[in-house]
C-alpha cells in the first residue's frame, strides 16, 4: 500500500517536471461545456488554427495550449485558473469570455506573478483603478461598443430608447456605455436574471407600452436568438428597430437563418471587426476558418487568433527568456504583431486603442448571412476608464 | 365516590363523515383496569389515539387527574402520565432493545439537550433501563437489535419502553396481538402483576384476557358507547350480545 | 395604470401558468401516486424541445414535428422509467434526489453531444410568427395564444382522462391511498409505467410549445424544473387541481412581478434601489409565495384527501 | 448478566482501528496533515489547494450529515448556510471589518439565527414538503445575493484581506497558505469530533430516535420539534464554519455558492460516503471531489460518466462507501 503511493507520487512528480526551455505553456480559460460552449468552441478552433498557420512553434519554442474549462461559472473558472497556474505551471494565462469569470479569477494569475491576457472580457474594473501591469486585453473594454451604438443612435434620431440586458457584469458595462454617448431619454430599462431567463414576454409587453423609438439589447450566445425571435413574434419587428451589441455575430446567424428570419437582414450593430474588413492577416483567418469549419468566425474567434499571435511576437522577441516576466511583458507591451483588426495599440491602462465601426447584417454572395462593415463611428477610440488608471 | 383518573366526557371524531368517536362518555377510575372491547371498526383504536393526543378531537373534552388535556400534544400527555401502546408494534427497531428503553428513562428523567456525556455509557439511563428489561423478562435480549426480537419479544420491549416512562395510566392497545397462547398468558400474568402500581385502559380482542384482567369493561360499536360495567354485568348484557356478539337470533 | 399592458401582462402571466401546468401535471402524478422524486422531469422537457427541433427540420412542419416528438418523448420516458426509477420505488427520497440528479447530468451532457452546444430553433410558419390584434387595443403574438389554447385542451384532456375514465379512476385512487389501489387488483408496475410515460409525454410537449420562443437549449429543464416543483407543492402533491392553480397563481404572480414590482417599489424606496432590489424582488416572490403556502398550510393548498 | 452488557463496551484504539471506515478515515485525515509538507517536495503544490478544497466541502457536508444522517432532515437548501457565513464574512471585509474576532463570531452567530428561521418553519413540514420548503429558502437567499450590487451581485465578490487574528503576542496569520490549511484541517477534525460527541450524546439520542420512530418518540413524551429545529440550528453554524473558512480560502464568493444544484451536490456526498456515519461525508467528499477533479481533466464529456455513476452508487452500493468498507471488516460478534 505505501510502495503503491510512493510509485504514484514519484510518477506524478515526473509528469510536472517543470517545463524545459524549449516549449512554451499557454494556459486558455474558456467554456468548454454547458450552453456557453457554443463561444468557447469559436475561440478553440481559432487557438488550433492559428497554432496551424505558425506551425505549432513561437519562435524556436513549441507551442503547447491547455484548455480550462470555467462550466460558465465564476467559482469553477477561479478553481480551473488556479490549477492552470499552480499545477501546469504554465507561462501565460489566456482566454476569458466572461467579465464575472475574469473578475473572479484574475488575482489568481496576477499573484502569481504571471501573465493574464483576456481575449474577450473587458470589464471596466481591470481598465479603471484595478488596472494591472500584467494584465492585458486582446478585444476591448465593455464600454465601448454600446459608446459607438450610442452614437449610431444619436445620428439616427433616436429620442426615446428602451433598454434591455442581462443583469452580470458586462450586462451593466453596455447600458452604461450607451448612456455615456446617448442623448435622448431612457424612458425604461430591464435587467434580466442571466443566464436563466430565456422569454421576455412581461418585457417586450412593456417596450410595447412605452412605444419608444428604439430599443437596445446586449444577449451575447443563445441568449440572442431566442430574444430576438419574440421580439418578431411580439409584432416589434419592422415597428420599433433594435439596436443590438454583442448579440448578431457568426454563430448566432446561421440559427436565425435557419429559422428563415428575414427580419434580421440589414440589422445595424456596432463592433471593431467583421469578417470582412480588410487585411492581409484578417483575410487569411477567415478564409482559413471557413475553409475549415464552414462557417464564418465570430468576433470571439477573432480575438482568440490575435491573442495567438500577440503572445508570439514577444515570444520571439524573448527566444528562450520567457521566464522574466518583466522582459515577457514588455515585449507584448509593444503589440508588434499583426492584428486581424489591422493597427493595433496598447493604451496606458493596456487594453487596445482601436476603432469601432458600425455592421450590417448581410448575405453573401452564396447566401450565407454574415456581418459586413459600414461605417467608422469611433476613429482610434480610448475606453472612458483609462483615465483612471495610474499606469 | 372517587375522583376518576381519566375523565372523558362527550368526545367526538369523525373520518370524513363516518363517526369513529361518537359523544364518547368515560371514566376510568385510579387503579382499575378498564377494558374496551367492540367488534373492527368500532372506533378503539381511534378513542386510544385521542387519548394519547396522536389525533385531534372534534368536539368534547378529555380530563386527566383533573386537568384538561384536550388540547394538550402527544409528549405532553405523557409527561403528565399518559403512556401508550401501539396495536402495530412501535419501537426503534435500529437499535438494541436496551437502547430503547433507555431512550424512554432519558425522556423521562428531563429535557435532552444535553450535547456532550454519552448516552449509552450513563449508568443514570442504563440501569433503571436494565432492571426493566428484567422486569417484562428481556434481560437476556438486552443487547441484540430491537428489530431482530421476536414478535413476542419486540410487544414485551413496548411494554417496558411504556413503564419507563413512569406513567400512571397504561393505554394499552391490544398488547396480545399476534403472540402465542403461552406468551398471551404469561403477558396476562404480567399484567396483572402491574395492576397495584398502574391503572390500565385495555384494548383487547383476546376475551379470555379481558375477562381475566378486567374490573370493568366499555363495549364500543360505531364509535358509540353501548354499555360500561362490570365483566358479569357486561356478559349478562342484552344489548352487548346482539349488538357485539350478533346473537340476535339466539337471544330472541 | 396603463390598462392595455395589465392586460397583456395578465396574458403573458396565463401562458407561463399553462406552460408550468403541463410540466407540473406530470411531476405531481408520478410524485403523488409513486412517491418518486423525479428531478429529471425537466430533463424530458428539454429532449422533448430537441426531438420537436429535429423532426421539425427534417419533415419541415412543426406540427408533424410535434406529432413524431411526442411518442419519442413518451418512448424515452418508459425507457428511463424502467431502466433506472423502477429500482428506485422502494427507496427513499434521499435516494430519489440523488440517482435523478445523475441523470440530469447524463441528459445534459447527452444532448450535448448529439445535438451540440449551441442548440436549434424552431422556425414557425409565418402566420404564427407575428401578433394578432384582441379586443381593446391589445395586441398578443399569435404563437403565445397557441401555448395557451393546447395548453387549455390537455387541461381538460386531462380532467376528462382522470375523472371519466377506467385509468383516471385508478390514478385518483393512486393519488390518494397506494395500497388500495393494489387491493383492486390492478397491476401495479404497468400502472406506474403509464402515468410516469404519460408525464414525460407532457412535459416534453410543454418543452416543445416553447421551443419555437425561447430554441431548445441545454439546461433549459433545470430552472424551470424547480418552478414546476414550486407549483406542485404549493398546489399539493398528487393533485392535479392543485397543480392548474398553483401554475396559474406561480405564472401570474411571477410575471406581475416582473413587470410592475420596479414600478411599485418606487413609491417606497429610490428609484437607484428600485432598480436593483425590483429584479431580486421579482426572482425572490415565487418561493416566499411558497414558504408562506407551507408555513399556513403544510400540505398545500389542495392536498389529495386520505393522505396525511 | 454483567454491567458491562448495560452501557456499551469502551472501545479501545486497536478495536477501533480495526473498524475499516475509522482507519481508513483517520488514514485520509492524516495523509491531508501531511500534505503541506510532502507536497512541495514532490513538486505537487497544487495538490495542497485541493485538498484544503475538499475539507472545506467535508465539514459543509459533516454539518448536513448532523441532520440528515442522524435526523432524517432532508434539507435541500443546505448551501445556503455556506453562503450565509462566506458572504457575512466578505460584507464584513468589504466594510473595513476584518478582525477575526469580530467577523468569526457574528457570521456564526447569522448562521445560526437563519437557520432558526427558516428550520422553525420549514420543520413543520415533512417528507417532500420538507425538502421543497428549505429549497425555497435557499433560493431565496441566492436571488439575493444575485441583486446586492453593493457586494457583486451576480458577478461574485473578491476578499482582498483574510481574516485577522491578532491575539495581543502572536498573530494568526491566515494569509499564510499553510496556517490556513492547518486552521481548516482542525476545524474539519473539531467538526468531527464535535458531531461525535452531538450523535451519542441524550441529543443524538432523541434526533436519531425522532428519525427511526417519530409517533414512539412524541409517545414517550418527547417532543421532537425543539430538538430538530437546535440541530438544525447547530448544523447551519456548522456549514457557516465551512463558509467563513471557504471564503478565507477562495477570497472570492458568489451566489452560486447558495444555488440549488451545491446543496444537491452535498446530499450526493453524504449518500456517497455513508449517510448517519462519522466519516461518510469526509469519504464521499473526497471520493466526490476528486472523481469530478480527475474525470473533468481526462475529458470535457465526463458528466457522461458521473451521471450514471451516481445512478449506480444509488442502485447498488448502498450505506455509501462507509457501507462498503464496513463489509470488509473481518466478521466480529453480533
Given at each position: 500500500m505505501f510502495k503503491t503511493a510512493l510509485l504514484a507520487a514519484s510518477a506524478l512528480a515526473l509528469l510536472s517536471s517543470p517545463a524545459l526551455a524549449e516549449s512554451i505553456k499557454i494556459g486558455f480559460v474558456t467554456t468548454?461545456?454547458?450552453?456557453?460552449?457554443v463561444i468557447g468552441e469559436d475561440m478553440r478552433r481559432s487557438v488550433e488554427l492559428a497554432l496551424i498557420n505558425m506551425n505549432l512553434k513561437m519562435g524556436d519554442l513549441d507551442v503547447e495550449v491547455i484548455y480550462g474549462d470555467d462550466e460558465f461559472n465564476p467559482q469553477k473558472g477561479r478553481q480551473v485558473t488556479e490549477r492552470l497556474v499552480k499545477q501546469q505551471d504554465v507561462d501565460i494565462v489566456a482566454g476569458y469570455i466572461w467579465s464575472n469569470v475574469l473578475l473572479a479569477s484574475a488575482n489568481v494569475v496576477l499573484d502569481a506573478d504571471k501573465i493574464l491576457i483576456s481575449s474577450n472580457a473587458g470589464p471596466s474594473q481591470l481598465a479603471g483603478k484595478g488596472c494591472n501591469p500584467n494584465f492585458f486585453n486582446v478585444s476591448w473594454q465593455n464600454d465601448q461598443t454600446p459608446m459607438a451604438m450610442g452614437e449610431v443612435l444619436n445620428q439616427k434620431g433616436v429620442e426615446n430608447l428602451y433598454v434591455i440586458a442581462p443583469n452580470y457584469a458586462a450586462g451593466k458595462n453596455m447600458v452604461a456605455g450607451v448612456e455615456r454617448t446617448f442623448k435622448g431619454n431612457i424612458v425604461g430599462k430591464d435587467m434580466t436574471a442571466w443566464p436563466d431567463q430565456l422569454d421576455w414576454a412581461a418585457e417586450l409587453s412593456k417596450v410595447k407600452a412605452a412605444n419608444p423609438d428604439g430599443v437596445f439589447i446586449f444577449y451575447p450566445a443563445r441568449h440572442g436568438p431566442a430574444f430576438i425571435k419574440q421580439y418578431q413574434q411580439a409584432g416589434l419587428f419592422g415597428q420599433i428597430p433594435l439596436y443590438s451589441v454583442f448579440t448578431l455575430d457568426s454563430i448566432s446567424l446561421p440559427r436565425f437563418q435557419e429559422a428563415k428570419m428575414e427580419g434580421v437582414l440589414g440589422t445595424i450593430m456596432t463592433q471593431f471587426w467583421a469578417p470582412d474588413l480588410d487585411n492581409e492577416q484578417n483575410n487569411r483567418f477567415v478564409a482559413d476558418y471557413r475553409a475549415k469549419y464552414g462557417t464564418y468566425p465570430a468576433f470571439y474567434g477573432a480575438q482568440a487568433y490575435d491573442t495567438m499571435f500577440l503572445i508570439k511576437s514577444a515570444v520571439e522577441q524573448l527566444g528562450t527568456k520567457i521566464h522574466d516576466v518583466d522582459a515577457f511583458r514588455a515585449a507584448i507591451a509593444k503589440a508588434d504583431f499583426p492584428s486581424v483588426r489591422g493597427d493595433f495599440a496598447f493604451g496606458n491602462n493596456q487594453f487596445p486603442i482601436q476603432n469601432f465601426y458600425s455592421r450590417e447584417v448581410v448575405a453573401d454572395a452564396d447566401g450565407n448571412w454574415t456581418t459586413s462593415i459600414r461605417d467608422l463611428v469611433l476613429e482610434k477610440n480610448q475606453d472612458p476608464y483609462a483615465a483612471e488608471c495610474a499606469m | 365516590m372517587t375522583e376518576p383518573l381519566l375523565a372523558i366526557r362527550a368526545l367526538s371524531k369523525s373520518f370524513g363523515g363516518i363517526?369513529?368517536?361518537?359523544?364518547i362518555e368515560l371514566d376510568i377510575l385510579p387503579g382499575e383496569i378498564h377494558a374496551v372491547i367492540g367488534p373492527n371498526g368500532a372506533g378503539k383504536t381511534t378513542l386510544i389515539n385521542l387519548l394519547s393526543g396522536l389525533l385531534p378531537a372534534d368536539a368534547g373534552t378529555v380530563h386527566f387527574n383533573g386537568v384538561n388535556i384536550t388540547k394538550s400534544s402527544a409528549p405532553a400527555r405523557c409527561r403528565r402520565g399518559l403512556a401508550r401502546s401501539f396495536q402495530i408494534t412501535s419501537i426503534f427497531r435500529d437499535v438494541s432493545a436496551l437502547d430503547n428503553v433507555a431512550l424512554a428513562i432519558q425522556a423521562a428523567a428531563g429535557h435532552s439537550f444535553r450535547l456532550w456525556r454519552p448516552a449509552r455509557t450513563d449508568p443514570a439511563l442504563r440501569d433503571p433501563a436494565f432492571a426493566l428489561l428484567e422486569q417484562v423478562g428481556l434481560a437476556n435480549r438486552a443487547n441484540i437489535r430491537a428489530g431482530n426480537l421476536a414478535h413476542g419479544e419486540q410487544r414485551q420491549l413496548e411494554i417496558a419502553m411504556v413503564l419507563a416512562t413512569g406513567p400512571k395510566l397504561l393505554l394499552l392497545d391490544e398488547p396480545m396481538a399476534g403472540m402465542g397462547t403461552e406468551e398471551s398468558e404469561r403477558l396476562i400474568t404480567f399484567l396483572a402483576g402491574l395492576k397495584a402500581k398502574y391503572t390500565m385502559l385495555l384494548i383487547e380482542h383476546d376475551m379470555d384476557a379481558v375477562f381475566a384482567l378486567a374490573d370493568r369493561i366499555t363495549v364500543l360499536v360505531y364509535g358509540r358507547v353501548i354499555a360500561t360495567g362490570t365483566p358479569s354485568e357486561i356478559r349478562a348484557n342484552t344489548d352487548v350480545r346482539r349488538a357485539y356478539l350478533g346473537e340476535d337470533e339466539a337471544v330472541a | 395604470m396603463n390598462y392595455v399592458l395589465l392586460a397583456e401582462q395578465f396574458l403573458n402571466g396565463i401562458q407561463l401558468g399553462l406552460l408550468l401546468f403541463l410540466l407540473s401535471a406530470g411531476l405531481t402524478l408520478v410524485f403523488g401516486i409513486m412517491d418518486l422524486v423525479n428531478l429529471a422531469h425537466g430533463s424530458l422537457y428539454m429532449i422533448g424541445a430537441f426531438f420537436a427541433a429535429t423532426f421539425t427540420a427534417l419533415t419541415g412542419s412543426f406540427l408533424i414535428g410535434v406529432l413524431l416528438a411526442l411518442p419519442a418523448t413518451l418512448v424515452v420516458g418508459i425507457v428511463v422509467e424502467i431502466v433506472v426509477l423502477r429500482t428506485l420505488y422502494a427507496r427513499n427520497h434521499l435516494d430519489h434526489v440523488l440517482a435523478t440528479f445523475g441523470l440530469i447530468l447524463f441528459f445534459n451532457e447527452l444532448v450535448r453531444v448529439v445535438w451540440g452546444p449551441a442548440g436549434m430553433s424552431i422556425p414557425l410558419p409565418a402566420a404564427l410568427d407575428v401578433s394578432v390584434s384582441l379586443l381593446f387595443g391589445i395586441t398578443y403574438p399569435i404563437y403565445r395564444i397557441v401555448i395557451i389554447l393546447v395548453s387549455l385542451a390537455v387541461a381538460v384532456g386531462l380532467y376528462f382522462l382522470i375523472s371519466r375514465t377506467r385509468i383516471g379512476m385508478l390514478i385518483r385512487a393512486g393519488a390518494s391511498n397506494r395500497t388500495m389501489a393494489g387491493a383492486l387488483g390492478v397491476n401495479i408496475p404497468r400502472l406506474f409505467t403509464l402515468i410516469f410515460g404519460l408525464g414525460a409525454a407532457l412535459a416534453g410537449l410543454a418543452g416543445m410549445m416553447i421551443a419555437p420562443v425561447t430554441q431548445a437549449s441545454i439546461g433549459m429543464g433545470e430552472q424551470i424544473l424547480i418552478f414546476a416543483f414550486v407549483v406542485i407543492v404549493i398546489g399539493g402533491i398528487g393533485s392535479i387541481r392543485g397543480a392548474l392553480v398553483g401554475a396559474l397563481l406561480i405564472g401570474i404572480i411571477d410575471t406581475m412581478g416582473r413587470s410592475f414590482l420596479d414600478v411599485l417599489l418606487l413609491v417606497v424606496i429610490s428609484p437607484a434601489a428600485a432598480e436593483t432590489a425590483g429584479p431580486a424582488l421579482s426572482s425572490m416572490m415565487i418561493y416566499i409565495l411558497m414558504a408562506l403556502v407551507l408555513a399556513i398550510r403544510p400540505q398545500g393548498l389542495f392536498p389529495p384527501r386520505g393522505r396525511q | 448478566m454483567t454491567q458491562t452488557s448495560k452501557s456499551q463496551r469502551p472501545q479501545n484504539l486497536w478495536a477501533r482501528l480495526r473498524d475499516s471506515r475509522t482507519s481508513v478515515s483517520l488514514l485520509l485525515l492524516a495523509i491531508a496533515a501531511a500534505t503541506p509538507l510532502a507536497a512541495p517536495a514532490l513538486g505537487q503544490s497544487f495538490y495542497v489547494d485541493v485538498i484544503a478544497r475538499i475539507m472545506i466541502w467535508a465539514i459543509a457536508a459533516t454539518s448536513l450529515n448532523l441532520i440528515l444522517g442522524y435526523g432524517g432532515m432532508v434539507s435541500f437548501g443546505h448551501a445556503v448556510y455556506l453562503g450565509i457565513g462566506a458572504y457575512a464574512m466578505g460584507i464584513m471585509a468589504t466594510e473595513g471589518i476584518t478582525n477575526g474576532f469580530i467577523q468569526w463570531p457574528l457570521a456564526l452567530l447569522l448562521c445560526g439565527f437563519f437557520a432558526l428561521i427558516f428550520g422553525a418553519i420549514s420543520l413543520r413540514t415533512k417528507g417532500v414538503y420538507f425538502i421543497m420548503i428549505t429549497l425555497a429558502f435557499g433560493q431565496m437567499l441566492f436571488f439575493l445575493g444575485i441583486s446586492v450590487e453593493r457586494y457583486g451581485s451576480d458577478d461574485g465578490l473578491l476578499i482582498f484581506t483574510r481574516s485577522e487574528f491578532d491575539l495581543g503576542f502572536a498573530e494568526l496569520d491566515l494569509s499564510n497558505g499553510t496556517t490556513l490549511y492547518y486552521v481548516i484541517w482542525a476545524s474539519l477534525i473539531g467538526c468531527i469530533y464535535l458531531s461525535h460527541r452531538i450523535v451519542n450524546s441524550r441529543f443524538g439520542m432523541v434526533l436519531r430516535g425522532a428519525m427511526s420512530n417519530e409517533t414512539r418518540m412524541q409517545a414517550i413524551g418527547v417532543p421532537t420539534y425543539r430538538y430538530r429545529l437546535a440541530a438544525f440550528v447547530i448544523a447551519g453554524m456548522m456549514a457557516g464554519l465551512a463558509g467563513l473558512l471557504s471564503a478565507n480560502f477562495e477570497r472570492f464568493i458568489s451566489p452560486d455558492m447558495m444555488n440549488w444544484p451545491r446543496s444537491g451536490e452535498l446530499i450526493v456526498m453524504i449518500v456517497l460516503g455513508g449517510m448517519g456515519t462519522l466519516f461518510g461525508p469526509v469519504l464521499g467528499s473526497v471520493a466526490f471531489l476528486m472523481l469530478s477533479e480527475l474525470l473533468s481533466t481526462w475529458t470535457e464529456k465526463w458528466h457522461l460518466i458521473f451521471g450514471p455513476f451516481l445512478i449506480l452508487v444509488v442502485l447498488f452500493a448502498r450505506g455509501g462507501l462507509a457501507g462498503m468498507l464496513e463489509r470488509l471488516n473481518p466478521r466480529s460478534d453480533p
Open positions: 468548454l461545456t454547458t450552453g456557453g460552449s | 363517526a369513529a368517536a361518537d359523544n | - | -
